[in-house]
């Protein structure tokens, strides 16, 4: 009992602490205007662009770019998490300690999680208020729940992300391409049907690609999808074995060459 | 007074400016990611939404475009942290100090950002025409090479303007991000102003951007490119004197309660 309190504590404490501590850019007006802001903007873009293209509805373009939007969290984040930690020199006392690293990093990414669907739902109310394209009332829940889902998909890539800043140093280099990689190939800007297959494929295997497809059909009134809620939820779990498997090789490599704190 | 030498300096300051800040910022891989990047993101989601719109003559202007909101982008970052930049490496007191006007001094490192925004121009038209098979037949070639440069002159004597007035805003980051978007959407840089509700438009016709980018698109695809161009210039021209009485108020601010140096 009392281990599964200390647990526990651990992830929802210390993932608290670090985010706070390690996603520290967010004061107030950065959190409206890149996080909020920005990628509400970045729905009419794309709103736009797809009536004067024809080749998606305004929902396509809303619902997708929606679920998008919590990549900038969840990614941005994820990776912060650990490789903030290296800049600021605080990796070594994190590593230094006795728990287990999959609670640890866990409590980390959890944050995230909050922060994207928080994001996600935000621009979904402000875009579909906005272009008068209501969501129904019963998708709520399984909206929610999808999002959810997405959110923790994404955080646990850019764990995986993070991972790499245990070992490179321009690891924010790699999560500018990774958070564009997102933006191209899990259709949430464009029709995946538009894309070659191997586009499609790399899709597939990425976060938020089978959640916009969800969230699509939730507004449209389909329904909930489970396969697609479960492909959405493999593709998570997959991720974060990737992220514990990374940072557990990492950390290990950089004990032996005495790198943890290297610049 | 003479002012003989100081317009024989002028010309020499702004090019060897321009010259030191585009090598300086060429040095970068992280910069010269975000202006190539995120350009290429987008010519590639523009080429295949183009293609599946049934509309593969506009691939070339899919691809310029793409490479505009490049320079746009490059623009907005670069300039709108160009004091900040030099306050985190510690030169801006000297700057401030140089008998040289603050405005000249700045006005090479905006123009920097804008020419660091070319790599994406030349980067998206060759993706496009690499990858995806784009001829290149522009309508006016050598106009294009013309509308290209003076396109940049207009958006770095803009970027001036967002240096003087984010240094007056602490949280200037905040709105720079989400400032990207809508001023690709209201520029017409992939998508037609006129799609566009019709209470934007004065705003767009305020914008250098929507008269550098109708000049390059008519140099591309055909159309009158030089009155645009000049009414780019001309805007350009009247947001550098609108920075100049900015920054002559900044800077005196500043001296008079001793801030220069605070971040």
Redesign the interface.
């Known amino acids: 009992m009392f281990r599964f309190l200390g647990t526990a504590r651990l992830v929802v404490v210390g993932g608290a602490i670090s985010y706070r501590a390690l996603f520290n850019?967010t004061?107030p007006?950065?959190f409206?205007?890149?996080l909020l802001?920005?990628p509400?903007?970045?729905v009419?873009?794309f709103v736009?662009?797809g009536?004067?293209?024809?080749?998606a509805d305004d929902r396509f373009h809303l619902v997708g770019n929606a679920v998008l939007a919590a990549s900038a969290s969840c990614v941005y984040g994820g990776t912060m998490a650990v490789a903030n930690e290296r800049r600021y020199g605080t990796l070594g006392a994190v590593l230094l300690s006795p728990r287990h690293r999959v609670p640890l990093w866990a409590g980390r990414a959890l944050p995230y999680v909050l922060n994207g669907l928080f994001v996600s739902a935000f621009v979904l109310a402000a875009a579909s208020l906005v272009l008068g394209l209501p969501v129904p009332t019963r998708a709520l829940p399984g909206l929610a729940l999808v999002l959810l889902v997405a959110a923790g998909a994404c955080s646990a890539f850019g764990l995986a992300l993070g991972a790499l800043g245990l070992r490179f140093r321009?690891v924010?280099?790699v999560s500018?391409?990774a958070s564009?990689?997102l933006?191209?190939l899990t259709g949430a800007?464009?029709?995946r049907e538009?894309?070659p297959q191997w586009m499609r494929a790399a899709g597939e295997l990425l976060p938020l690609t089978h959640a916009a497809d969800a969230a699509r059909g939730l507004t449209a009134g389909a329904g909930l999808d489970r396969v697609l809620l479960g492909a959405e939820l493999a593709v998570g779990a997959g991720w974060a074995l990737v992220a514990v498997a990374l940072l557990a090789l990492f950390e290990r490599g950089s004990r032996r060459r005495a790198t943890l704190d290297t610049m | 007074m003479n002012t003989g030498p100081l317009v024989k300096r002028v010309p020499r300051l702004v090019l060897v400016g321009v010259r030191t800040h585009v090598s300086y910022m060429s040095r970068s891989?992280?910069e010269i990611?975000?202006a190539v990047?995120?350009p290429l993101?987008y010519a590639?989601?523009a080429v295949?939404?183009?293609?599946?719109?049934g509309?593969p003559d506009r691939l070339l202007t899919a691809s310029v475009g793409a490479g505009l909101m490049g320079i746009w982008g490059s623009v907005l970052f670069g300039s709108g942290g160009a004091v900040q930049n030099q306050r985190w490496l510690g030169t801006l007191e000297t700057l401030v100090v140089a008998p040289t006007p603050l405005a000249l001094v700045l006005l090479p490192i905006t123009l920097a950002t804008a020419v660091i925004g070319t790599y994406a121009m030349g980067a998206t038209v060759l993706w496009g025409v690499l990858l995806f098979d784009v001829p290149l037949d522009f309508a006016h070639p050598l106009l294009f090479l013309v509308a290209v440069p003076v396109c940049v002159l207009a958006l770095g004597m803009t970027g001036l303007l967002l240096a003087a007035t984010f240094v007056l805003l602490r949280?200037a980051?905040?709105?720079a991000?989400?400032l990207?978007?809508?001023v690709?959407?209201l520029s017409g840089l992939?998508?037609?102003v006129t799609?566009?509700p019709a209470w934007t438009h004065p705003v767009s016709w305020a914008l250098p951007t929507t008269w550098g980018a109708r000049a390059v698109h008519a140099a591309t695809s055909g159309g009158d490119v030089v009155a645009p161009l000049l009414a780019a210039v001309a805007l350009g021209a009247g947001y550098a004197l609108a920075a100049v009485l900015v920054l002559g108020r900044v800077e005196r601010r500043a001296r008079a309660a001793a801030t220069l140096a605070l971040t």
């Open positions: 850019w004061t007006p950065m409206i205007g890149t802001v920005g509400l903007l970045q009419f873009f736009f662009l009536r004067e293209l024809g080749v321009d924010f280099l500018n391409v564009s990689g933006l191209l800007a464009v029709p538009t894309l | 891989p992280l990611t975000f990047l995120v993101v590639t989601l295949y939404l183009f293609r599946a719109a509309d949280n980051n905040a709105l991000n989400p990207d978007t809508p690709w959407l992939l998508v037609p799609v566009l």
